[in-house]
């Protein structure tokens, strides 16, 4: 009897603690937000923060029309971010819920003059978690950039997000998420990156990096440059086009190459200074070549893997130069050696002269893989 009442007493304590939580509202009580943009205010040194909400409508309501849009944009100025959020709520007859938050866009002049205090604010908030991804809208308003609809995907963010978890793209851009760039930030060479985009004719379009040190925006990789500052850092690389210029049988020759990827084997010397040694192999698929009538053979096939050992060493060695005039490292190289060997580290002054008087010695073994070609190389016509 006594154990019973104990139990029942303890049953009674525990029951409201178990029921009660603080936060907790309806949904009808919550406005999500699934993307957010930051751009400087009409104030100097103020912010103006754009939300976008999606309409939740009910699946019976038959005087909804199909083309509806499926989501609201609103905007607020405040002398910091948090002030204007909260004249953001004050707009809103629910709360504000940053729990489904996906993209965070910022306007390049923000991420020139601001981000440190932007990324500290997405840091701080706990309701934001820290896989958003992150992004910097040139050219143009990040509140323009989010309030875009895409005839592809009604809702801005979500566009945004399934374009970076997509599982193929070209090779011009890479996603970054909050916790990502903190990370390398954090890291010895304090930089990190941030994938562009612009609005260009009305459609979105995502490449390109902005590089960031010390939450400062140093330069821009364009194009294929991203691609090998990718390999760099994550050591593969791909799917990939390239498009090069060859001569053929006295004849000048575009080839253009698909479903390019690379691997790096990265090591080096403990020189003074100190000297990398980069192996990459390859491979790709021939797609177009500017004549029809010239036909891939051995000859041909050889002369396009030379020339794509040429381009991509030549497309690394500008990247490491870029970089290296910036003296800017955003691919950890010095945070492993750091990590692994403290003392050779310390030796090689690496934040004012180390990375940029490192030196590169680089090997690249291409080859194509599939020539797309539906015949055998050396088939010959027999008989009639």
């Given at each position: 009897?006594?154990?019973?009442?104990?139990?029942?007493?303890?049953?009674?304590?525990?029951?409201?603690?178990?029921?009660?939580?603080?936060?907790?509202?309806?949904?009808?009580?919550?406005?999500?937000?699934?993307?957010?943009?930051?751009?400087?205010?009409?104030?100097?040194?103020?912010?103006?923060?754009?939300?976008?909400?999606?309409?939740?409508?009910?699946?019976?309501?038959?005087?909804?029309?199909?083309?509806?849009?499926?989501?609201?944009?609103?905007?607020?100025?405040?002398?910091?971010?948090?002030?204007?959020?909260?004249?953001?709520?004050?707009?809103?007859?629910?709360?504000?819920?940053?729990?489904?938050?996906?993209?965070?866009?910022?306007?390049?002049?923000?991420?020139?003059?601001?981000?440190?205090?932007?990324?500290?604010?997405?840091?701080?908030?706990?309701?934001?978690?820290?896989?958003?991804?992150?992004?910097?809208?040139?050219?143009?308003?990040?509140?323009?950039?989010?309030?875009?609809?895409?005839?592809?995907?009604?809702?801005?963010?979500?566009?945004?997000?399934?374009?970076?978890?997509?599982?193929?793209?070209?090779?011009r851009t890479t996603d970054v998420k909050l916790f990502q760039f903190i990370r390398d930030m954090n890291m010895i060479s304090r930089a990190s990156v941030i994938p562009l985009a612009k609005i260009v004719e009305g459609d979105i379009r995502i490449e390109n990096m902005a590089v960031f040190q010390d939450h400062r925006l140093v330069t821009k990789l364009l194009d294929d440059e991203v691609a090998m500052s990718r390999l760099m850092k994550r050591k593969e690389v791909g799917p990939m086009n390239y498009t090069i210029d060859i001569e053929h049988e006295s004849e000048a020759l575009k080839v253009a190459l698909s479903r390019i990827s690379l691997k790096v084997d990265i090591d080096f010397e403990k020189t003074d200074p100190i000297k990398y040694h980069l192996e990459i192999k390859g491979g790709g698929e021939v797609v177009e070549l500017s004549t029809a009538e010239i036909r891939l053979s051995k000859e041909l096939i050889l002369k396009i893997n030379e020339k794509m050992n040429e381009e991509i060493e030549e497309e690394l060695r500008d990247v490491i130069a870029k970089m290296q005039e910036k003296n800017v490292e955003p691919w950890l190289m010095g945070h492993r050696i750091w990590a692994n060997n403290y003392q050779f580290f310390d030796t090689l002054n690496w934040e004012e002269t180390g990375w940029q008087q490192t030196e590169f010695e680089i090997s690249v073994d291409f080859k194509v893989e599939m020539t797309g070609q539906r015949a055998l190389l050396e088939k010959e016509k027999i008989g009639r």
């Open positions: 009897m006594k154990k019973l009442r104990i139990f029942i007493m303890l049953v009674i304590v525990v029951a409201p603690l178990l029921g009660c939580v603080e936060d907790s509202r309806e949904i009808d009580h919550r406005s999500m937000i699934v993307g957010l943009s930051i751009d400087q205010g009409e104030e100097e040194g103020s912010y103006a923060v754009t939300i976008q909400i999606p309409l939740l409508r009910s699946t019976t309501d038959e005087g909804a029309s199909p083309m509806d849009k499926e989501f609201e944009v609103f905007t607020a100025e405040g002398e910091t971010l948090w002030d204007a959020i909260g004249n953001l709520e004050a707009n809103t007859p629910t709360v504000l819920f940053l729990g489904h938050l996906k993209v965070v866009t910022i306007s390049e002049a923000v991420a020139r003059e601001s981000l440190k205090e932007v990324i500290d604010l997405l840091d701080r908030t706990p309701e934001i978690a820290n896989q958003i991804y992150l992004l910097i809208i040139e050219e143009g308003s990040a509140e323009e950039f989010i309030a875009l609809e895409s005839p592809l995907v009604n809702l801005p963010a979500l566009y945004l997000n399934r374009f970076f978890q997509a599982d193929q793209k070209v090779g």
